[in-house]
């Protein structure tokens, strides 16, 4: 009879490769299984276009592991982990050359989007500015959480969190703030006009104020390398290549935690029709490019800076949201961009450049956004498209490929409009638990939702251990 684990984990994406090192940690006995033949999930680091170029397939740039509560309780430096702060964390370039700026600096900040609207951005992040650890731990939290580390923070905090950022943007007077201010919403592919669309932006914000929005050096394998590391390092172990279709597949177990879409752990577990109102969002189109100098960016700004937005107006930035959400082809896409070779060396041969960009594109979409996209980068950047190399396009089917955590290529692993951020995968006291005892969920689709923090295994891993602790069910073999 096989040895029974105390945790199997599937999945080795930063969720599921969290939840394993929460647990091993405590002292239990964790294996983890990924599908793929390497773990990441969405933190991957591939060759996609030419070799020595290396490109991160899904995400780039991590505001949220960096000021993650999760990863900061990790020694992952020790485990080659590395942040690379670039010169600005995010530029927002206009067509006449200037650009609003996120940068470290709140008033740096605050100057770039002008005389009229400095002010009315210092009051809103002023009751927040350096008290990120305390923000961070109580946004990531869940409602299931018990109390925050500071209620009045937190309701105050709240009472913004929840407006949508159409609302919050009626702050500002001028085009560049109000543009500033959507394009950091827009990470959550939602309607502007959507409930808690404005928390995102300004989560965003604090996060850049606090931690800086930096890459891993080598790409984001890094942040999965380390986690995978340290996992060893606390005896768990980790299997890639092992797919897993039924739980008879895995080895008896106490526990079974699952970094995968909700619509998968519910076929694996036999759990029937549980998620059948889980809802799944937009998708992307994404590009990878290898380039023979940096993107020629005509603000200067933009060309220090390790993240772009393009896409010059609140208009603009809020059309190309509907038009995924409704399922229309992208005619003008917002689009956020990552140049990480500008930064880090190890990304590219010695004067050649790699650059990261998606547009958003509705669920399941089979169309070609090349186009479009790069006639959006050539409006703020006369000349890019002369120094493509090679490009690596993904749209919804090849994402969904990569990772079947991405359902009809939703990156989020599930839709975030509405309630649908707080209140995942479904309304439940313990979000984390299923109908099966021994089988939990720590995917992107369960709170606080998408983004690479390891919260949602964090949580998860707490979940389980109460369960464990307090002799929850087992599936052995005889």
């Known amino acids: 009879m096989p040895t029974m684990l105390d945790a199997v984990v599937v999945g080795a994406g930063p969720n599921g490769l969290t939840a394993a090192v929460e647990l091993a940690r405590r002292g239990l006995s964790v294996e983890v299984f990924e599908a793929a033949g ?3 999930g969405g933190a991957r680091t591939e060759e996609l276009t030419l070799p020595g170029f290396r490109h991160d397939p899904c995400s780039a740039v991590h505001p949220l592991a960096a000021g993650s509560p999760a990863f900061n309780a990790m020694p992952l430096a020790r485990h080659g982990l590395e942040w690379l702060h670039p010169g600005l964390p995010m530029a927002h370039p206009f067509p006449d050359g200037t650009a609003a700026v996120l940068a470290r600096s709140v008033g740096e900040t605050a100057h770039s989007l002008g005389p009229r609207d400095a002010g009315a951005y210092r009051r809103l992040v002023a009751p927040f500015h350096g008290r990120w650890e305390t923000v961070a731990a109580d946004f990531l939290r869940t409602q299931w959480d018990g109390l925050p580390r500071d209620p009045a923070l937190y309701a105050r905090f709240g009472l913004v969190a929840a407006q949508p950022a159409a609302l919050l943007t009626r702050r500002f007077h001028d085009a560049k703030a109000r543009a500033l201010f959507a394009g950091l919403a827009a990470h959550g592919i939602a309607p502007l006009t959507g409930l808690g669309t404005g928390g995102m932006a300004l989560v965003f914000a604090l996060a850049a104020h606090a931690a800086g929005w930096p890459v891993p050096r080598g790409g984001s394998q890094a942040v999965a390398d ?31 935690v699952f970094d995968t879409s909700p619509t998968a752990l519910a076929r694996i577990a036999g759990l029937g ?3 059948r109102h889980f809802r799944y969002g937009p998708s992307v189109f994404k590009i990878d490019y290898a380039l023979s100098g940096p993107v020629p960016w005509t603000s200067p700004e933009a060309r220090e800076a390790g993240t772009v937005h393009v896409g010059p107006t609140y208009g603009e930035i809020g059309a190309a949201l509907h038009a995924a959400v409704d399922g229309r082809d992208p005619e003008v896409p917002f689009l956020i961009t990552s140049q990480p070779s500008l930064f880090d060396p190890t990304r590219a041969p010695e004067g050649r450049h790699t650059f990261w960009v998606y547009g958003h594109v509705p669920r399941g979409w089979e169309g070609d956004a090349t186009e479009v ?3 959006q980068i050539e409006r703020f950047a006369p000349g890019f498209r002369d120094l493509v190399l090679a490009r690596a396009t993904a749209g919804p ?5 990569r990772n079947a955590n991405y359902v009809g290529g939703d990156i989020a692993t599930g839709s975030v409009a509405g309630l649908r951020l707080l209140i995942r995968p479904k309304l439940a006291r313990v979000p984390y638990a299923t109908a099966h005892p021994a089988v939990f969920l720590c995917s992107s689709a369960t709170p606080p939702g998408p983004g690479v923090h390891g919260m949602c295994g964090h949580h998860a891993a707490r979940a389980v251990w109460k369960r464990l602790r307090g002799g929850g069910a087992a599936r052995g073999r005889g």
Do not use: M, N, W
């Open 373 to 375: 996209i790069e006639r």
């Open 38 to 40: 390497a773990i990441g």
């Open 226 to 256: 380390a986690l995978a590391s340290y996992l060893r390092e606390c005896g768990g172990a980790v299997h890639t290549g092992f797919e897993v279709k039924r739980l008879d597949d895995l080895p008896p177990a106490r526990a079974y």
């Open 273 to 275: 029709d549980a998620y």
């Open 397 to 401: 089917p090849q994402l969904a490929a």
